[in-house]
C-alpha cells in the first residue's frame, strides 16, 4: 500500500513545489515507484518536468470528465510518473463549492491508482481553500517546507489548526510527516532565531537536513529538469538526497 | 478622489505584503492619506502593523455585517490607517461563491470610505479566486510585485490574461499602474536575465528602482512595524523611498 504525502503551507513561496519536484525525484532514484500529483493551479510542479498545458489534468479527475489513469504522464526518471495541472484548476475552487463530497474528491479518483506507487506526493497551492482541502482529506501525512522568517512562522499555527479540524472531521489518519527548513541562510541571524524556535516547538519533527539557499535549485525548473538531472553536484542536490534518506528511514524503516 | 491599487501576484512569496506595507508607510511619510486593506486571510500586513485577532476586519464589511469604517484602525503613522484581515477570511471565498454581485463587494464598501483617502492600497492573497477578483474589481490600477525567478515570470501571463477578463466584465477602467523588481541579487545570474527579459517586454511599466534583497526588510514585521520606522537607513527602507518617489510622480505629476 502506498503513502499519499501533502506538501502544504498556506504562505507563498516557501519552497513546497522546490520540495515536491525534488524529493519526488529523490525518491524514484532510490528506486520507489512515485507519483507526483499537481493540485497547484499555476502548474509549476508541472513545468519543473516540462509538461505544460496538458492535454489531460488534475482538473479533470477531480470533476470525473476522465479516471485518473489517464491523466497521468511518465517523466525522465523510471520510476516517477506526473498528475500534471492546467489552467483550468483556478476555476476549480469555485466549482467545487456546491458539488457533493466536495473535500474528498481527490481521496477518491487516487483510491484508483494508490496501489501501483509506493508514494505519491501532492504539491499544493499557497491557500487553505478547497484544493488543499482535498490533498488534507486525502493524505496519510504532511510535509510541511518552512521558510526561516517572522510571516511563515506566524502561519505556522493557522496551518496546524486546519490539520486538526480535517482530522477531527475528514480524515482520522492525518498525521505531520515533518517539517522541512528550506532556504535556509546560516549567515542570518533572523534565520537561526526563526529555526532554534521551531526546533524548541516541534522537536524530532522537524528534519535535521537544512536545505540551504542555492541558486541551482531556482535555476533547474526554467531546464524543466529536476536538481538531481540539472546539477547533481550543487549544495541543493545534496541536500535534497539527505533529506531523502531521513524521510525513507522513518517512513520505511532503515 | 483618491486612487485605488490592488497589490497583486498569484505567485506566493514575491514580496505583496512587503511591498504594500512599506509603500503605504511611504505615501503616508509624503503625507498623503492613505489606507492600506489587507484582503489576505494570512493577515501578514494587519500583523506588520501589529494588529492580530482584530475584533472588527475586511471580512465583516465585506458580507455586510458591519459599514468599513468600523473596521478602520489608526498606525503610528498620522497620515496611515488600515483594515485589518483576519482567520474569518479564509472562509469568504467560499461563502461569496453563492452571494449576488460577489466580485463587486469589496468595490460597494470602499465606495463609503474612498473620498477620505488620497490612496488605497490593496494586499492580495496568492491566487486568482474571488478575493483577488474583488480587490481587481474596485481597483483603478494594479501594482504586480515580481522576484526575478523563473516561476514567478512564468505566472506572470496568467495574471495579465485575468487582469484583461476583469477589464472586459466587470471594470472597464482596470490598468497596469506597475512592475516592481524584488528581492533582486544583482550577484546572480538567473535574476539578470529574468529583469533583462521583463523589461524588454514591458519597458517603462517596470520600475528603474530595484528592491534589493535586504534582510532588515524580513526583520521589520516581528517588530510590528514598517522599515520607515524600523531601520530608515537600511538599503531596504532607501529603495521604498525611491520607489515611492517614482509611483507618485507618475499618479500626480512631478
Ligand atoms: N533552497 C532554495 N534555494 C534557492 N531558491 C529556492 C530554494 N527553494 C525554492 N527556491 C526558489 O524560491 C521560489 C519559491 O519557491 P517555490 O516556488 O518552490 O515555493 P512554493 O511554496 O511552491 O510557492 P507557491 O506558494 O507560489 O506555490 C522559487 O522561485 C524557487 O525556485
Ligand atoms: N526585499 C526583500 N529582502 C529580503 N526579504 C524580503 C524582501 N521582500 C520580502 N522579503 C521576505 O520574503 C518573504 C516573502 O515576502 P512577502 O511575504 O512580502 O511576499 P508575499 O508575496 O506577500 O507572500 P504571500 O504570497 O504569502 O502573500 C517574507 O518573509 C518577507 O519578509
Ligand atoms: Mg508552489
Ligand atoms: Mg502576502
Chains 1, 2 share one sequence.
Not at 105 to 132: F, H, M, N, Q, W
Not at 143 to 164: D, F, H, M
Amino acid at each position: 500500500r502506498s503513502r499519499i504525502i501533502a506538501v502544504v503551507n498556506q504562505k507563498g513561496g516557501v519552497g513546497k513545489t522546490t520540495s515536491a519536484v525534488n524529493l519526488a525525484a529523490c525518491f524514484a532514484a532510490s528506486e520507489r515507484r512515485t507519483l507526483l500529483v499537481d493540485l497547484d493551479p499555476q502548474g509549476n510542479s508541472s513545468s519543473a518536468y516540462g509538461v505544460v498545458n496538458p492535454t489531460r489534468q488534475i482538473y479533470d479527475a477531480l470533476t470525473g470528465d476522465s479516471p485518473i489513469g489517464e491523466t497521468i504522464q511518465k517523466t525522465e526518471l523510471d520510476y516517477l510518473h506526473v498528475v500534471p495541472a492546467g489552467p483550468d484548476l483556478v476555476g476549480a475552487e469555485i466549482e467545487l463549492v456546491t458539488t457533493l463530497n466536495r473535500e474528498s474528491r481527490l481521496k477518491r479518483t487516487l483510491a484508483e491508482v494508490r496501489d501501483d506507487y509506493e508514494l505519491i506526493l501532492i504539491d499544493c497551492p499557497p491557500s487553505l481553500g478547497l484544493l488543499t482541502l482535498n490533498a488534507l482529506t486525502a493524505a496519510d501525512s504532511i510535509l510541511i517546507p518552512l521558510q526561516c522568517e517572522y510571516y511563515a512562522l506566524e502561519g505556522l499555527a493557522r496551518l496546524l489548526e486546519t490539520t486538526e479540524l480535517v482530522r477531527a472531521e475528514l480524515n482520522p489518519g492525518l498525521e505531520v510527516e515533518g517539517l522541512i527548513l528550506t532556504m535556509v541562510d546560516m549567515r542570518n541571524n533572523l534565520s537561526r532565531q526563526v529555526e532554534a524556535e521551531v526546533r524548541r516547538h516541534f522537536g524530532e519533527k522537524v528534519y535535521r537536513t537544512r536545505i540551504p539557499r542555492n541558486v541551482r535549485l531556482s535555476e533547474a525548473p526554467s531546464h524543466g529538469k529536476p536538481i538531481l538531472l540539472y546539477d547533481i553536484h550543487s549544495r541543493g542536490a545534496v541536500a535534497y538526497l539527505k533529506l531523502t534518506e531521513e524521510i525513507l528511514r522513518r517512513i520505511f524503516g532503515a
